[in-house]
Nanobody, 125 residues
Framework: QAQLEESGGGLVQAGGSLRLSCAASGPTIDPFAMGWFRQAPGKEREFVAGIAGSGTAYYADSVKGRFTISRDNAKSTVYLQMNSLKPEDTAVYYC???????????????????WGQGTQVTVSS
């Protein structure tokens, strides 16, 4: 399994932006899908965005047009750029990796087995 460490969370006003980073150590992430999930208090964890090894990105409807996921394989790092943040985006954000399926074509909420510890994002109104 890879060790995943998130950073970049914090407190921001509604309409603001944050960029989350997820640094992976261990096996290379090049051919593997990576994802971002979030969990708000009292709610289940939900899929936010995923990126295939090819670079194709997938998003939850709630963040389309506002969030962008990207990856820098040379740095073994995945990013989540979050713009136009809303109070309902407040949650702990988790990075995840699917290290079992090479060159997975479609990325959704399934198949992730490595997880980071999470970083808190709080959006004030």
């Amino acid at each position: 399994q890879a060790q995943l460490e998130e950073s970049g969370g914090g407190l921001v006003q509604a309409g603001g932006s944050l960029r989350l980073s997820c640094a992976a150590s261990g096996p290379t992430i090049d051919p593997f899908a990576m994802g971002w999930f979030r969990q708000a208090p009292g709610k289940e964890r939900e899929f936010v965005a995923g990126i295939a090894g090819s670079g194709t990105a997938y998003y939850a409807d709630s963040v389309k047009g506002r969030f962008t996921i990207s990856r820098d394989n040379a740095k073994s790092t995945v990013y989540l750029q979050m713009n136009s943040l809303k109070p309902e985006d407040t949650a702990v954000y988790y990075c995840a990796a699917d290290l079992r399926n090479y060159w997975r074509a479609y990325v959704d909420s399934t198949g992730f087995e490595s997880w980071g510890q999470g970083t808190q994002v709080t959006v004030s109104s």
